[in-house]
């Protein structure tokens, strides 16, 4: 994220790594790989034999672009209490540039709607925010770089709920070390993942070197 209203990072060119790479054969450069005499006649031989019909396997996308919002109530607050930390939170999907849409200013924070929801029983809930803007200064998703584990993390759903978390771990990842594909996982244990820029700011590029990410587990 720059000081200039950039995204967090959190897509980048990370998210697409995520999608299904379709098993490929024959990848040789142009021409083909060289072919001995005994290999060419085994080649031929094998081309005589009559085709054998491949089953029909259905393929799904697993791109998250492609992937069905799910229908659990939304997140549309999150609090902080010790941290000072109470914003609204929006639902969002990608951005033109295939990351993860953010709100401009600082103090809305955006729930990855393709993802897991609050209370779902497997994945990860991710929640990200702006740290700082130009025209909006320094937002509340600054302060997460000194949560300590312990600290409480609620999120209250469309329908009312409050979804109650307990810190587990706060890291300052470098961007090119971040793992997105664990942290917007559909799968493993429920935890909420929030997740903003942080570390040093690199002027020339204007944009943060790294990534703040929290991890939290449901309470009871």
Same mark, same amino acid.
């Given at each position: 994220?720059?000081?200039?209203?950039?995204?967090?990072?959190?897509?980048?060119?990370?998210? %697409?790594?995520?999608?299904?790479?379709?098993?490929?054969?024959?990848?040789?450069?142009?021409?083909?790989?060289?072919?001995?005499? @005994? +290999?060419? &006649?085994?080649?031929?031989?094998?081309?005589?034999?009559? #085709?054998? +019909? *491949? #089953?029909?396997? $259905?393929?799904?996308?697993? +791109?998250?672009?492609?992937?069905? #919002?799910?229908?659990? $109530? /939304? #997140?549309?607050?999150?609090?902080? /209490?010790?941290?000072?930390?109470?914003?609204?939170?929006? +639902?969002?999907?990608?951005?033109?540039?295939?990351?993860?849409?953010?709100? %401009?200013?600082?103090?809305?924070? &955006?729930?990855?709607?393709?993802?897991?929801?609050?209370?779902?029983?497997?994945?990860?809930?991710? !929640?990200?925010? =702006?740290?700082? @803007?130009?025209?909006?200064? !320094?937002? $509340?998703?600054?302060? *997460?770089?000194? &949560?300590?584990?312990?600290?409480?993390?609620?999120?209250?759903? %469309?329908?009312?709920?409050? =979804?109650?978390?307990?810190?587990?771990?706060?890291? !300052?990842?470098?961007?090119? @070390?971040?793992?997105?594909?664990?942290?917007? /996982?559909?799968?493993?244990? $429920?935890?909420?993942? *929030?997740?903003?820029?942080?570390?040093?700011?690199?002027?020339?590029?204007?944009?943060?070197? &790294?990534?703040? !990410?929290v991890t939290a587990v449901? *309470?009871?």
């Amino acid at each position: 994220m720059t000081r200039a209203r950039v995204s967090v990072g959190v897509m980048g060119g990370s998210i %697409a790594a995520l999608a299904v790479v379709l098993a490929t054969a024959g990848c040789a450069g142009p021409g083909g790989p060289a072919t001995s005499p @005994s +290999a060419a &006649a085994s080649v031929t031989s094998s081309a005589q034999q009559p #085709p054998v +019909a *491949l #089953p029909d396997i $259905p393929r799904s996308s697993a +791109a998250l672009a492609d992937r069905p #919002p799910v229908s659990a $109530p /939304a #997140p549309v607050r999150l609090v902080v /209490a010790e941290l000072g930390i109470d914003v609204p939170v929006e +639902a969002v999907g990608l951005d033109d540039q295939g990351r993860m849409g953010l709100p %401009a200013n600082p103090a809305i924070a &955006a729930w990855y709607r393709f993802g897991s929801a609050p209370g779902s029983a497997t994945g990860s809930t991710v !929640i990200a925010a =702006h740290v700082d @803007s130009l025209v909006y200064d !320094i937002g $509340p998703f600054a302060r *997460l770089a000194d &949560a300590p584990a312990g600290t409480r993390v609620e999120v209250t759903t %469309a329908d009312g709920v409050v =979804h109650a978390y307990t810190l587990e771990s706060t890291a !300052i990842v470098p961007k090119e @070390s971040v793992d997105w594909s664990g942290a917007f /996982a559909r799968d493993g244990s $429920p935890r909420l993942t *929030l997740v903003t820029c942080g570390g040093e700011f690199d002027y020339d590029a204007r944009r943060y070197l &790294a990534n703040v !990410i929290v991890t939290a587990v449901p *309470l009871g």
